[in-house]
């Protein structure tokens, strides 16, 4: 399965903005992109074939990351943590449409 995906990585400065957004597999995101992931300033976007995304943040001082389905309209998100583990195992299952039902365990979070 294919996405595209756009991050910012603060340590290296590398950023990519959601509108110049590159198809990636989820293989290669897991490989070249997770682990990245390293300081609280650091995101991963990945956007589905219908536009919807799915945001990962870094908690390095919890040794965690926070992914969440962002929705725009309601200034929220569905999210959840998860380890390093469990975020790689969710990538590689990554459905081709991203829902709340695709992430057990998502709890609502205003902004």
Partial sequence: MHYRVFYLFDRSGDSLSSASAV???AKAIC???LPRLQTEDDYLGIID???NVLQVLCEPAGGR???ELPIDAAKAS???Y???DELKGLMMELPE???RE???GLEYRPW
Avoid: K, T
């Fill in 97 to 99: 449409v991203f829902d």
């Fill in 49 to 51: 074939a219908q536009e």
């Fill in 82 to 84: 998860l380890s390093i």
């Fill in 23 to 25: 198809e990636m597999s």
């Fill in 31 to 33: 490989e070249q992109l």
């Fill in 78 to 80: 569905y999210g959840r």
């Fill in 102 to 104: 695709a992430i057990p």
């Fill in 65 to 67: 990351y926070w992914v």
